[in-house]
């Protein structure tokens, strides 16, 4: 009798976290973290994370989210997930992602790139080294600088295996997850792709200093070193830049990973980058998105928004983007909730 009382006492119990978990709401914060170096520029941060306060829509420049602004956060996060933007992008631009994530439990960290964002795109000017370097670093930092700060990392869920971190981002936000993975740049790889396909792949070779040609191989940078970053168990990339990862760097990544490929991407078409990536990269969940352009992955904005392809908020015909991203917010929640199990 006392054993069957327990098991309804379980259940119960059970029952009231299910319908906690199922009632959090985004709450939002925004937090400075250091640079990488003593001389660097600070890191913006977006927090996205659940609660209990009720959310409400608010305008934030051209985008609009749905959260709690400065709520007090749940005592525990399913785990902690960085949230890596496109070139020019912003920590904002994908928030209905964040949103869905944090009222499933997880504590969603979107940061702004220094020198790579809607502000300041210095860093892709200066050299395609840094540029491929600098980006995964700030992630690594805003990791630091997070399981370093109680009231954050003392909530994340942790296991036989350390913290749950995981990662997700848009672009080259992919490309980024996919160096904290194991995947490791050639920037050989840019040069000689461009040199061939440059009119089969034109926007992307005409950006910045990322994919110049260059004729005397003395001339390259040396190598990137490593930037894998350990702590981070499992990544999720959007329309990733895929062509700067040779097919052995790729397979070395051994984490859950999932790639998503627009269909009709002009930006980074999908046959040199996602494509690329999916048949090297093995065990890899591998998704393709029909009909869809480039930014099909960002929430819509309110006004135009111009890019190397034309308004991020354009759409192909017979593309209903609000419904992919619902049906793409239910899936990361899955994905990401199985990687951890």
């Known amino acids: 009798m006392h054993r069957s009382l327990r098991q309804i006492a379980l259940a119960c119990a059970g029952l009231m976290l299910t319908t ?39 305008a934030m420049g051209p985008f609009t989210v749905r959260v709690a602004i400065q709520a007090p956060p749940d005592a525990t ?18 928030s209905s992602l964040a949103e869905t994530l944090a009222q499933h439990g997880y504590l969603v960290a979107a940061l702004r790139h220094p020198g790579d964002n809607w502000q300041d795109r210095w860093l892709l000017q200066e050299s395609a080294a840094r540029y491929f370097t600098e980006r995964p670093q700030h992630v690594s930092r805003l990791i630091d600088a997070l399981l370093g700060d109680p009231q954050w990392g003392d909530r994340i869920a942790r296991d036989a295996q350390g913290p749950r971190i995981g990662a997700l981002g848009h672009s080259a936000g992919g490309y980024t997850v996919l160096a904290l993975a194991g995947g490791r740049p050639d920037l050989s790889r840019l040069a000689s792709h461009c040199d061939s396909y440059r009119a089969e792949d034109p926007i992307f070779c005409a950006m910045g200093r990322t994919a110049q040609p260059i004729s005397n191989p003395v001339l390259l940078p040396p190598p990137i070193p490593p930037l894998i970053d350990t702590r981070v168990r499992a990544v999720v990339a959007l329309a990733p830049v895929g062509v700067v990862f040779g097919a052995q760097s790729l397979a070395s990544i051994r984490i859950p990973t999932a790639i998503y490929a627009a269909e009709q991407d002009r930006f980074l078409v999908p046959r040199f980058h996602t494509e690329w ?65």
Do not use: C
């Open 77 to 94: 996060f399913k785990g902690l997930l960085v949230l890596s933007h496109g070139t020019g992008g912003s920590e904002l631009g994908h």
């Open 20 to 58: 906690q978990a199922m009632a959090a709401q985004a709450g939002w914060r925004q937090v400075s973290i250091a640079g990488t170096t003593a001389d660097a520029a600070p890191i913006p941060v977006a927090l996205y994370y659940p609660t209990q306060a009720p959310a409400r829509a608010i």
């Open 277 to 341: 990536i999916a048949r090297n990269l093995p065990g890899a969940e591998f998704h393709q998105v029909p009909i869809a352009w480039h930014f099909a992955f960002m929430d819509p904005p309110s006004m135009p928004i111009p890019s190397e392809d034309g308004d991020i908020g354009a759409n192909p015909p017979g593309f209903d983007r609000q419904a992919f991203l619902r049906q793409l917010q239910q899936e990361l929640v899955q994905f990401f909730d199985k990687a951890f199990r």
